[in-house]
């Protein structure tokens, strides 16, 4: 199976190859010109895939970076006294690519720094108000030439290669634009980029597996605005002219939509939204004069209602759609299987001391305004030991277990994990630590894969970062989380189902799916969340002799549950809570002989 | 700068902030009914002035032709839906937005409208905008109710793409201004206040005073904002998010409508105007955190003096300052904002 | 409203199936409710019951048929389920947190916007007399109430709308014992003032208690129904719900 993967991705690069060289050939002139631009487009379009379809962030922004950059190249090629402190980076093209990246970066990173943190809709409507500002800043400086922009910028001479005439540079273009599909392909398939696309399961399921939200945001904003300022490197040498108009806000929207057209979540949908724009856009300007007479600017018109129509009849775009349909199209990731087979395993923390406390609360209260969901509780957890907490609905225990889980802080009282106070820590932090949970409404990527999915809690366990990922330098790394996230499935015994889309799994294999990714951190501490919800009883028998499993190897486990019985033949204690309070704390025998107890799950009504 | 030029730019800043202020309360209630960012509501302000400047210029007003289409198109869809599924049922009541615009379009037609009075001009062209909030409902937004936000944003960017060229068409290429409301002017001691600021700061109180009415004792507008508070209670409740829809919209047309009307005497608008205008209004909306009504007004005040100023210390540098602005404002919501939080 | 025959229910589901994309929440449920009739439908998280009620109010497309008062309702809007005297008081009771108490109940009889506002004002009177601390408080915002006052007014602001059926999505949950055993004594002076009530609870034996009829659902299927009180008595359901018996799964699902 995997031998054939391979080949076949050998296979279609070499294709492109052929068809990239053999095209300026074939085509007429006029469509090798029209191709040139739609390589540019689509090396934008890229980084809008990346960012908006796999990432959930959506910037109007991009054609402003396109702009930072295509004013950086041509500013340093025809400035005949450059300032001093720049004289070195004029005078030849990598000087131009240089300045355009690290000016797009810097300008990204600002921008990401203030904009990245704020949920929804303030990203968005941030990139139009910049969309706007840096369109006006170009047209307003003098350096750049005001509105009538910079013309005269010299052709475009590398390794004493003139690529000065459309076919030239149809190479150099769609050469970039294969270089920079395939650095996005290599980014999905690996720690970072399972990162990345983890941001659209919930922000909390990425944090709560150690993933810096933030950050791995802030890779995917330099990374779209690294292929932008390329592809605004390279509109410089290709119209050998920069005026303000390619690079503002309008211009951003269409590269949005040129990514939503041709389908935000697949890497080449960004190839046939570029496509398919432009070349709409010439069929529109051809055809329309004639059905509605000159005058009107109807292509902008016809424009918008398509997009409208598509996004109300296939909001995945073309690519999307097709995908549907042929199976072939879907993203096909993951290392060879051989080489997974071959990894060594990764290397593990310490277990703790037999009977060594790893969770104890003292105190521990939580209120809300006026309300005490959680009245001074007080207990503990040791290493191979598993305790339930019960308790009617509302009793409190969602409260508690985002104290324990550290999404909420104590209003007042202590919560220690081996011996250290974690109140206040962060979710991301305890991950490291070795605190692994479960969520009480399963929270993962449904077309992703198993495998893939369960890999992301390893995330820590991982050190390669961006540039390794996409120069393909973490595979043995890859290959050793891949392999873990294998072992931890056959573990919970989900192994049949590796390379299936974790949406297609019922609810409660997906609830084990969720012990697995946990398992994958390498935990001395589980928190599960309510884990035998909705499962059947075969499937609760199941998770029943995994957890007694997961103790006599050491690990603590404390679950919150509704359901007694499921508790009753498992947990070595049960603590039960009604009104937030513990109302009783012992063996499962003597809690279910409580009176208390009794009256707080069946009472209120004599 | 002394103090007389200091007031003429205050002046100006306060209209302009006015009407940001305006337009950021029509964008925060459609954006918490409906989740939409109305991006078009541009659109609407810059028909509008459009609109009564034709009228005063004696030319026939063509707004009327986009609705009579977007009214059909509604009641094709209305049909559709009665059609389809097990709930076959036709309305009167389906007919009765294409029955409005039948009449308003020829009334807009047949009425002599240059010789009518700027009080009967401002009512028609209002009459001639508010229907296509409700139709731009109905047509664009209703059938996605339920996407996600990014698509309701793209629609709605795409409406704006749309709507601009339609302007175009319907307006032509040049810019419009129209005669001023009035051309009175007070000293106010050695200061001088022109009469046309204390119509658009007179009208736009009343109509935030009428809005906050509307929004307080009347049933509907309490419908409006229950739907904003809790989408599933309003529902409960039988209060349809169809209706909150085409009210929210209808109500965003009728307050940009007006502004449009105010703003025509004092700049010259073009077809494609109203984009960055509205943007000012976000502006405001996002200084409010996309929540607060009365921190967005004020924040489109502001706004609008520090636009006034910097028209006067760096003019060409006006647009760059407006919008840069608004980083400061993210970084503070920024950090205000604690933890990672999830969208729902 | 048309009359129906004497003795054909109020609310009848046949072969109900709801589902979750590939997940089956609901399925094969019949259920009946008749007129004046309290039914309970009890069982475990996650079992389908609050599934069963949005299917039932139309917040969730499902398949097969839901008779209401002798009409199908299959296909039919919300709004006009609510039209012909369904209503539904959630899990989260959905209140309106920012608005006041008397704007909360005025909205709970929105469905008679087009009727003059003073029978609006008569309805919320009787309502004030019914629930008198909700009177005490009408000016405060809903967001301001106790855990028991938040189930009363949204019980009471669902009776603005005079529903011929009430459904109750676990009405007692979060409450003191005391006040449980008040909204338990409120439902059934509903009932005997002739509103038909669907009750989904956790609380089975508050449940089971005040109900003429019962349905037991387990994983999305009817595992068991009878009439209230025997079922009250019933082996396997006390087995289920006091819990303390670890075969009570299986027998239920055979």
Not at chain 2, 262 to 288: Q, R
Request: glycine share 10%; proline share 4%.
């Amino acid at each position: 199976m995997s031998p054939l993967f391979r080949s076949r991705l050998l296979w279609v690069l070499i294709a492109a190859v052929v068809v990239i060289a053999a095209a300026p050939q074939l085509l007429p002139p006029y469509q090798v010109v029209v191709l040139n631009t739609v390589g540019i487009f689509a090396l934008v379009t890229l980084g809008i895939v990346l960012l908006t379809g796999v990432g959930g962030m959506t910037s109007f922004g991009q054609a402003a970076f396109v702009g930072i950059s295509a004013y950086a190249t041509a500013y340093l090629a025809t400035t005949a006294e450059l300032p001093a402190a720049l004289a070195w980076l004029g005078g030849n093209p990598w000087g131009g690519l240089l300045a355009g990246v690290v000016l797009t970066l810097i300008v990204a990173t600002v921008l990401g720094g203030v904009t990245l943190k704020l949920s929804g809709h303030y990203l968005p409507l941030g990139t139009i108000a910049w969309g706007i500002s840096l369109y006006y800043l170009f047209g307003t400086l003098d350096l750049l030439g005001g509105f009538t922009g910079i013309t005269g910028i010299p052709p475009l001479h590398l390794f004493g290669i003139a690529f000065d005439s459309s076919p030239a540079l149809f190479v150099l273009i769609w050469g970039i634009v294969l270089l920079g599909v395939v650095a996005t392909l290599n980014l999905l398939d690996s720690r970072q980029g399972r990162a990345i696309r983890a941001l659209n399961g919930g922000q909390l399921m990425a944090e709560s597996m150690g993933v810096n939200t933030f950050r791995t945001k802030m890779v995917a904003f330099l990374v779209a605005a690294t292929l932008a300022a390329l592809a605004g490197w390279l509109y410089a040498y290709t119209q050998r002219f920069v005026a303000p108009t390619p690079f503002s806000l309008q211009a951003g929207i269409e590269y949005m939509f040129m990514a939503l057209i041709g389908g935000a979540s697949l890497v080449w949908g960004a190839i046939i939204g570029a496509g398919a724009v432009v070349y709409l856009k010439e069929a529109l300007q051809d055809v329309l004069p004639h059905l509605l007479g000159k005058g009107g600017n109807y292509e902008a018109m016809v424009f918008g209602l398509l997009v409208i129509v598509l996004m109300q009849k296939m909001p995945l775009g073309i690519a999307g759609a097709l995908a549907r349909r042929v199976t072939a199209l879907r993203p096909h990731r993951g290392a060879a299987t051989t080489q997974i087979a071959q990894a060594a395993p990764l290397a593990r923390r310490p277990a703790p001391a037999p009977a060594e406390s790893i969770l104890e609360a003292r105190g521990v209260t939580r209120r809300f305004g006026g309300l005490v969901a959680n009245h001074d509780l007080s207990f503990s957890v040791k290493a191979g030991e598993i305790l339930a907490v019960i308790g009617p609905n509302g009793a409190g225990k969602s409260t508690l277990f985002n104290q324990l889980s550290c999404v909420d802080t104590p209003t007042s009282g202590e919560i220690f994990f081996r011996g250290h106070k974690i109140n206040g820590r962060s979710a991301r932090d305890m991950a490291g630590a070795g605190l692994a949970r479960t969520f009480q409404h399963v929270k993962l990527l449904p077309t992703m894969s198993v495998l893939e999915n369960v890999a992301i809690g390893a995330h820590l366990r991982g050190r390669k970062g961006v540039f390794s990922s996409i120069l393909r330098l973490d595979r043995s790394e890859e290959a050793q989380l891949l392999k873990e996230a294998e072992q931890q499935l056959i573990r919970v015994g989900l192994g049949a189902h590796l390379n299936a889309e974790a949406g297609s799994l019922a609810l409660g294999q997906q609830r084990i799916l969720e012990i697995a990714r946990a398992l994958c951190a390498d935990p001395c501490l589980l928190l599960l969340d309510e884990p035998a919800a909705g499962l059947r009883l075969k499937e609760k028998e199941g998770l029943s002799q995994l957890l007694s499993k997961l103790r006599g190897q050491g690990i603590a486990v404390v679950l919150v549950e509704h359901d007694m019985d499921f508790v009753m033949g498992l947990a070595d204690r049960v603590m039960v809570m009604d009104f937030g309070e513990k109302i009783a704390e012992g063996l499962p025998d003597e809690v279910q002989a409580n009176p208390v107890v009794l009256e707080a799950y069946l009472g209120g009504a004599e | 700068m002394n103090a007389q030029i200091a007031l003429l730019l205050g002046q100006d800043g306060v209209i302009n902030g006015a009407i940001y202020a305006l337009l950021a309360l029509s964008i925060l209630l459609v954006f918490s009914v409906t989740r939409v960012l109305l991006i078009p509501l541009g659109e609407f302000v810059s028909f509008a002035a459009l609109t009564m400047a034709a009228m005063q210029a004696g030319k026939p007003a063509l707004l009327g032709f986009l609705l009579v289409a977007l009214s059909l198109a509604g009641l094709v869809m209305d049909l559709i839906d009665a059609t389809r599924g097990g709930a076959r049922r036709l309305r009167i009541g389906m007919l009765a937005m294409p029955a409005y615009v039948g009449v308003v379009t020829a009334l807009s037609l047949a009425l002599p409208l240059k010789d009518l009075g700027m009080a009967l001009q401002a009512l028609m062209t209002i009459a001639l905008v508010l229907p296509l909030g409700p139709l731009l409902y109905r047509v664009l937004f209703q059938p996605i109710a339920g996407a996600s936000a990014l698509v309701l944003l793209i629609v709605a960017i795409a409406a704006h793409v749309a709507l601009v060229s339609v302007g175009l068409l319907i307006f032509g290429p040049e810019g419009a201004r129209t005669e001023p409301f009035s051309d009175s002017v007070f000293m106010l001691g050695e200061a001088v206040i022109q009469s046309q600021t204390l119509w658009v700061i007179g009208l736009s109180l009343l109509l935030i005073v009428l809005l906050y009415l509307f929004f307080e004792r009347n049933l509907y507008g309490k419908a409006l904002r229950a739907t904003a508070v809790d989408r599933l209670g309003a529902q409960l409740m039988g209060i349809s998010p169809e209706l909150a829809g085409k009210v929210s919209f209808g109500l965003a047309a009728f307050i940009s409508g007006l502004s449009g009307v105010l703003i025509a005497p004092i700049t010259t608008i073009y077809f494609d105007s109203g984009f960055v205008i509205s943007l000012k209004g976000f502006v405001g909306a996002i200084i409010g955190g996309l929540a607060s009504y009365p921190v967005a007004a004020l924040g489109a005040v502001a706004l609008g003096l520090v636009e006034a100023f910097s028209t006067f210390y760096a003019s060409s540098y006006k647009e760059v300052i407006v919008f840069t602005l608004l980083l400061p404002v993210l970084l503070w919501r920024s950090l205000a904002q604690k933890g990672v939080e999830d969208e729902k | 409203m048309t009359t129906i025959a004497s003795g054909a229910p109020l609310l009848q589901v046949d072969a109900l199936n709801v589902a979750y994309g590939k997940i089956e929440a609901v399925t094969g449920v019949n259920l009946k409710v008749g007129e004046g009739q309290i039914v309970t439908v009890i069982g475990p998280n996650g079992a389908g019951k609050t599934t069963l009620l949005s299917a039932i109010m139309g917040l969730l497309p499902a398949t097969g048929a839901i008779g209401f008062a002798g009409a199908a309702l299959n296909g039919t809007p919300i709004k006009d389920r609510i039209g012909q005297g369904l209503a539904l008081v959630p899990e989260t009771r959905a209140l309106f947190s920012s608005m006041s108490v008397e704007n909360n109940l005025e909205l709970g009889a929105f469905r008679f916007h087009h009727r003059p506002a003073r029978e609006r004002q008569a309805t919320m009177a009787e309502m004030y007399t019914l629930f008198p601390r909700l009177k005490e408080r009408r000016t405060q915002r809903a967001s301001t109430l106790s855990g028991g006052e938040r189930q009363m007014l949204a019980l009471a602001r669902a009776l603005m709308g005079k529903p011929r059926l009430l459904m109750l999505d676990e009405p007692s949950l979060g409450l003191a014992p005391l006040i449980v055993r008040e909204v338990f004594r409120i439902i059934s002076a509903l009932r005997d003032s002739g509103v038909s009530i669907l009750l989904v609870e956790q609380n089975a034996r508050a449940a089971l208690k005040v109900a003429d009829y019962a349905y037991v659902l387990e994983l999305g299927r009817v595992a068991a129904e009878g009439p209230a009180a025997e079922l009250a008595t019933d082996p396997r359901v006390i087995a289920a719900y006091l819990g303390m018996n670890s075969k009570h799964q299986e027998r239920l699902a055979q």
